[in-house]
């Protein structure tokens, strides 16, 4: 069953693949339906043989994949936009996600009808999730702004595929978003305000980061150098984070019958992600950590391997665009590849480094996630950090208890300043100590530098890659843990 369920899932998601570059029509992927039905009767006629079998999975999923894309595929073109491009026009539309403020704009995605228009605005007035607003100003097409990476596309996955800059706006309405939604992010906005008060500029910003995944007040100077230290997915919020939030969950709901323990966590893990921004990162890892939870439910033996690709799955199944033009989405499954593969064998391998403190199991993950995803980045960015590795090692460690202070200085600031204060102090110089390692390594002029990796030579490395774990058979080092034992390995 393992064998045919993992034949499916590689079936569906090459398909995916395949049709995200190549066009053929319907045609294309009832071909391949057609196929996949030949060696079904060719089974029964020709001798049951497995391989015929497996091929005719592999074959019906490869269609399925192809025909799931062809289904959002096309755009969502309207008449309206598409007869005014380059043109100033008025239209109404609804505040759909939460704002992104940036350093010199905030970014509103303006829903219009089954149309998705992003709007760079000013900082003023502010608007926020569920507000209707009238948008005056010229409408365009998005466009590519980078060789290696396709803006229009990326857009897409989402459905958007108009742009329109600095427009006059005014305000109609509130309260036209999902409620649910309405009720996080105004918590989440309060919940920040808490921190702001009593934890000062850049800390207050970096905290907001790790905790909710908010980086809107930490400056683009600030971010440049998270990344030259090789420490921005603490920032916006990676599935390390989110393990974490996870985790904390389930402990503090453990006094709880096991029935109502694991609902209460589960309804929190959801919770948390809608709350974030519903990145392809947070719902990579809140999937999985879900699929932990229903585990220990079920009194299962969790498979981090199996709940990966159930995870990939389930988010392509629903938008096939994420497989190749969402950066994040792959970033978040390359880094956890190499984090199940990789780690385990070097951590054999790296036994002169102390396991106090867990230290040998954070440098091993720290170095297997960033060898599988240098390639990628190469090609994507251009740019490597050099230190990275020891500045993650220095840091990491340290995040658990930043987040736990700031998240209880936070949530004791709804009930007052005076409240905060004993969480803030220990959060403050936690931070401080973060950002003086980022401000050290980013200073020096080697900390990162200019490496652009061509497409053929990045899948090269990865067949390397596959070739390496095959050899070694690290399927035989999987990590399986009951409970919630292998999430605090990620």
Known sequence: MNRIFAIFLSGFIFGVFIRSFLNFGPAFAGLFLLISVALCLAYFFEGKKRIIIFASILFFSIGL????????????ENVFF??????????????????????????????????RVLVYAEHYPEFNYGDEVEFKGKVKRPDNFSENFNWPLYLAKDDIFYE??????????????????????????????????????????????????????????????????????????????????????????????????????????????????ASATVIRASIMALLAVLAKTAGRIYSITIALFVAGFLMILHNPRVLVFDSSFQLSFLATVGLIYFSPVLEKRLGFIPEKWNFRELTSATLATQL????????????????????????????????????????????????SFPFAWPAYFLL?????????????????????????????????YVGIILKLHLSKHILKASDFDIMEDI
Request: glycine content about 10%.
């Open 164 to 277: 329109m800059f600095y427009p006059k706006t005014r305000f109609i309405s509130s309260g036209n978003g999902f409620w649910l939604k309405e009720i996080l992010f105004a918590s989440k906005r309060r919940f920040l305000e808490n921190i702001s008060r009593v934890i000062p500029s850049p800390h207050s910003a970096l905290l907001g980061g790790l905790v909710v995944g908010s980086k809107e007040a930490m400056g683009q100077d600030l971010l440049n150098d998270f990344r030259r230290a090789g420490l921005i997915h603490i920032v916006v919020l990676s599935g390390y984070n989110v393990t974490i939030v996870a985790l904390a969950m389930m402990r503090v709901f453990s006094f709880l019958p096991q029935f109502f323990g694991i609902a209460f966590g589960s309804i929190g893990i959801i919770l948390f992600a809608l709350l974030t921004g």
């Open 82 to 115: 598409e007869n005014n491009i380059d043109k100033s026009v008025s239209f109404k539309g609804v505040i759909v996600d939460e704002p992104d403020q940036r350093e010199e704009y905030t970014r509103l995605i303006a829903g219009a009808g089954d149309i």
């Open 65 to 76: 994949g192809i025909f799931r894309y062809d289904m959002v595929a096309g755009g969502k």
């Open 432 to 464: 401080a100590y973060e950002l003086k390692i980022v401000e050290i390594a980013s200073s020096f002029h080697f900390a990162s530098i200019k490496l652009i990796l061509p497409m053929w030579i990045m899948f090269s490395v990865y067949v390397i």
């Open 372 to 419: 599988f995803v240098l390639p990628f980045l190469l090609y994507r960015v251009g740019e490597i950090s050099i230190v990275s590795l020891p500045v993650n090692l220095l840091v990491l460690i340290f995040v658990p208890m930043t987040m736990l202070f700031g998240f209880l200085a936070g949530i004791f600031g709804f009930l007052g300043v005076i409240f």
